[in-house]
Structure formats: structure tokens, C-alpha cells
């Protein structure tokens, strides 16, 4: 297919532009993203130029020559040219973010800072930089340096007030019950994953791992939302999220890379429903309060709660409250006096005795909000 017919085929976005279906734009991120409505898209995941700044040539030990990026799309005439043109590109990025929107940018170390810069000084809030550490990175074949196994990619919100979708117990969970790290470790683009033209040569170079793409969704956005990537290359991001039940919208100037992204596209179906549940948020989940618990006779007054080593103990209340010796207040209060700390969520600090041993008292809450949630069904 020609150039010509690729560009006559390309969706071309319009002020107002209908955004609730996944698509690849084929033109200038900067142009197309400025033709997208103000305030419409709920997470951004960019995967810019590195401008890498290849100096020549790279030939492995036996003088092969390595497929690295020379392509004219990463080359820049200087850093400042670089810098006008990230502030562009981001700039046009947050006019399109809603107020409570987020923007995964990655890189490496040829451009990350300087990227990380610009954020902040057009009043974006950095909530974490992510190292993806490479399980199978391309060695160093000159040997003058260290290998260069990681990215970086930086997380931040729209502005220090926005309200993000981080879905902190679904991470949890699947990272059997212990916090998700900073640090990702997934194998780059290899294998069935990777696109090939018709005389099997890879047809993106930075072709970026669904894996990795995954992760920023699931934990970063919720079924439904809008997700934009600028720079959409091999269409990665598009293609994770119609699988997740999302919607993208990929822009990419190489006619190649957007024809070959929409086949992609076009052959993903969405998971079912029951596959994309997202964990419930305990921030989100209905307010209960621990007098609840003592009026439904869960825990009943007078009865002793403990901390998980049986070091504290305080007397149950009917009002809900407890008292630790002469001093009275709720469980949170109770529960930070007792360890002369700040604060305590009372909630899983205190535990009650069962017949099957100590269990904390946020069974009970839960308990009741399952009720709730019953009778709003």
C-alpha cells in the first residue's frame, strides 16, 4: 500500500471529534493533538523521541552491524531544539488532560531529565519515576560503558491537586499482598508480540512490551476512560487498552507504523466484563463508623481489643469509643496513644478475640459494608 493511499485513509480528528472509540490518527502529535477536545482524555502515555544522539555507526564484536534507532523522527539539531520541542508536544498534552488526568512519559537517560524538567515547569505534579529494568538487554558491545538495562519512565499528575486513579489494591493484590515497587522488571519486546513486515524485519525498533503498558493501565486508569498516546508507534498502547476495556487514541506521523498499528488494533477483542473488574478501592468504599459495629452487636460493649502482638489492650465503649485507662476517644485515637505515634488506623491496629484466635476489627467493617453493598444491588 502506498504512502498516498495510507495518508487518503487516515483519520483526520476534528474540533469536538468523537473520542469514544479506539483509533489511530495518522499525522503530527502536536497538530492532532491540538484538533482534540479541551479536557477529554483521562491518562496519557508517551514514548517520545530519546534523540539519542548516535554517533556513527554501531558494529557488534564480529563487525555485524546492530539495527539501533537512526531513524530522522529521533534526530534533533541541539539539546534546545529537543527542549522546544518536548515543551511543545507536553504543552499540547495538558490542554487535552481533564483536571484529575495523569501522563506516563519513558526514556532514558538521553532525554528523561531533561523531560522531567519541563513537567515541572509547566505545573505538572511528579507522583513517582519507574525504573523498567530489562530482563534481556542489548549488551554493550563497545565495552566503554556500563549496559544499559533499564528506562525510566515518570508518572505525574496533571497538577498537585488532581485527584489520580492509582488502583492501589488491585496492585497489591497481584503482587501477592506486598506493595508494588518502583522497579519493573519484564522482558523487552521479543518473540510473537513483535511486528513484522512481509520479509520478516521488525517494523518499529522501540517497540515497547505489552506487559509494561499493562501495568500503567491497570494501575493507573479504570474501564472506560480515555487513554492518549502521541507518539503510538507500533500501536502498543492502543491495542493493551481496547483489550482492557479502554479507549486510545494513538497519533502517529510514519504512514508504515500507523497501517501496520490499525491491523493490530483491528484484531484485538475486549476481555469480558468479569475479566476487568477492577478490585474494590477501600478510599472509595462506603464510610462505616466503629459505633456501627457496636450497635450491630458485632462487637459488643465492654469487650477487650488488642493490637496483633498483644501488647495493648482498651476497653470497648457503647458510644463506640474506647478507653485506655482514664483516657477516651476513637480507635484511632486510642490506637496512637497507645504507641505514642502520630496516628494509627485504628482499624487494622485493633483486634478482637474469636474462637479461632485474634482477628482485627476491619472484618467487621467490611462485614457491614458487604451488607451495604447488598442492599444497593
Known sequence: MSNSVLRTQARTAAPGMDISESRIILGDSIVEMNKLPAASVDLIFADPPYNLQLQGSLHRPDHSLVDAVDDEWDQFASFEAYDAFTRAWLTAARRVMKPNAAIWVIGSYHNIFRVGAILQDLGFWILNDVVWRKNNPMPNFRGRRFTNAHETMIWASKSAQSKYTFNYEAMKAGNEDLQLRSDW?????????????????????????EALIA????????????????????GTTAAVSKRFGR???????????AAASRIRLSEI??????????????????????????????????ARLMDAKRKYEALVRADGTLALGNVVGSIHKIGAIAQEAEACNGWTFWHVETPKGLSPIDMMREQIRAEMAGIGA
Open 247 to 257: 479507549t486510545c487514541i494513538g497519533i502517529e506521523r510514519d504512514p508504515e507504523y
Open 185 to 209: 522488571l519484564l522482558p523487552i519486546c521479543t518473540g510473537g508480540e513483535r511486528l513484522k513486515d512481509k520479509n520478516g524485519r521488525k517494523v518499529h525498533p522501540t517497540q515497547k512490551p
Open 269 to 302: 477483542e475486549t476481555l469480558p466484563d468479569d475479566a476487568l473488574t477492577e478490585a474494590p478501592a477501600k478510599r472509595e468504599a462506603p464510610r462505616v463508623a466503629f459505633s456501627s459495629v457496636v450497635e450491630r452487636g458485632l462487637i459488643l460493649p465492654g
Open 215 to 234: 501495568r500503567v493501565l491497570l494501575s493507573s486508569s479504570k474501564r472506560g476512560d480515555v487513554v492518549l498516546d502521541p507518539f503510538s508507534g507500533s
